[in-house]
């Protein structure tokens, strides 16, 4: 029988608090990244959607149009995985694709009615989650956790140039 969500969140929070509080800091990212896109994919579940079309959603409510490559790179994925996604979600209702100018290598993707609609339901489903998540912590320390990832980010980006 699998494990419910609440019951995987409070394995991986008793194994930093017991097994090993001093891990290092990437495992502990990964272990937050992953309770908090396990609690979005339930909830996304709620309103059949993966949370594999959620990137990609969440990517079309800004800029649509995007050809399959933009959107490949903008998801940080490889252009199989998009086609894939992108697929299933045409058959979906949630996107389609056109040739713009007669174009045929480049196919562009738009969101239908159906997509553009899920946001007013997505994004606060979304923003609820996170406030759960951050519920109780000092909003200066939210701020010092942003500022901190971020330097991460930026030291790791400086060591790969």
């Known amino acids: 029988m699998a494990r419910s969500n609440t019951q995987e969140t409070i394995s991986v929070l008793r194994h930093w608090q017991e097994d090993v509080p001093d891990d290092r800091l990437a495992h502990l990212i990964r272990d937050a990244g992953r309770v908090l896109t396990k609690s979005l994919q339930t909830k996304l579940a709620e309103h ?12 079309l409510w800004v800029t649509e149009g995007l050809t399959q490559r933009e959107l ?9 995985t998009t086609y894939t996604a992108l ?13 713009l100018n007669g174009n045929r290598k480049n196919i562009h993707i738009y969101l239908t009615q159906k ?6 339901t997505l994004i ?8 759960c998540a951050v519920s109780g912590i000092a909003e200066d320390d939210l701020y010092a956790t942003r500022r901190t990832l971020l330097a ?6 400086r060591a790969n140039e």
């Open 87 to 99: 697929k299933a979600m045409e058959a979906n209702g949630l996107i389609e694709r056109r040739q």
């Open 115 to 120: 997509g553009r609609d899920l946001k007013e």
């Open 72 to 80: 490949s790179e903008q998801a940080g994925l490889m252009e199989p």
């Open 124 to 131: 606060p489903l979304a923003e609820s989650i996170n406030e």
């Open 152 to 157: 991460i980010i930026s030291n790791l980006a």
């Open 48 to 59: 059949s959607i993966s949370f594999g079309h959620w990137s990609f959603l969440r990517i």
